[in-house]
């Protein structure tokens, strides 16, 4: 029922343009922050070389502490585990020679203090070339 005769609602209207420029903003924004990556080739040809090595690989020391805090030089047991008889056992395997690389086995379990006198005997040997052997947990070491 109409009240008022010969006034109309106007018709409702939905004014689209805002909504368009807030898609071309939107299209805008994503354009200017898309980076667009080319990777490049390096087309090389390396130069070849025949021939013997100048000098063979050098020599690594391997010493191994237990989990009980025993030493192994190489594959031979220390037979006691006084710093004196493993700086011994040390100088007989080196034969003179002080650039010798160093590789430190310790198990996980192994007394700490096991470890720091390996290290304290090859420092005092004037060893510097030292590394610690560690392995990758298990699962992939994320």
Known sequence: MNFRPGREEPPADVN??????VV????IFFMVSTTFDR????QLQLPEASGEPAEAPPRVLEISVTREGAYFVGKEQVLN??????RRAIEQVLDGKRDVPVVVRADAQAPWQAVVTVMDVLGGLGLQRLSLATVQPAGGGD
């Open 24 to 27: 071309f903003l939107l299209l």
């Open 81 to 86: 585990a006084r710093p004196e008889t493993l």
């Open 39 to 42: 990777a490049t080739q390096l």
């Open 16 to 21: 689209l343009t805002p909504l368009i420029d």
